[in-house]
């Protein structure tokens, strides 16, 4: 249970980040939102288990970014 309150916390603060530029010409726009989605739940669950001495928003951005670029995508 606390667990789940950590990443409900978690998500709620990536929905106050801004959503960065990402490119992929070889994607339909439902693609690259269904992409997208997937990386930031995944970055959002990494960020509320992230290690205690990183950034909780710079480690999402990171993984958020990481994941879209793994999936073929230029990230702005």
């Known amino acids: 249970m ?17 959503r960065p530029t990402v490119v992929n010409p070889n994607k339909t726009p439902a693609q690259a939102q269904a992409d997208y989605d997937d990386c930031r739940g995944n970055a ?12 909780p928003e710079a480690y999402l951005e990171k993984r958020l970014d ?5 999936k073929g995508y230029k990230v702005d």
């Open 2 to 18: 606390r667990c789940l309150v950590i990443v409900v916390c978690a998500a709620l603060l990536c929905a106050c980040s801004g």
């Open 44 to 55: 959002s669950v990494a960020a509320a288990l992230r290690p205690s001495d990183k950034d």
């Open 66 to 70: 990481d994941c879209m670029k793994s």
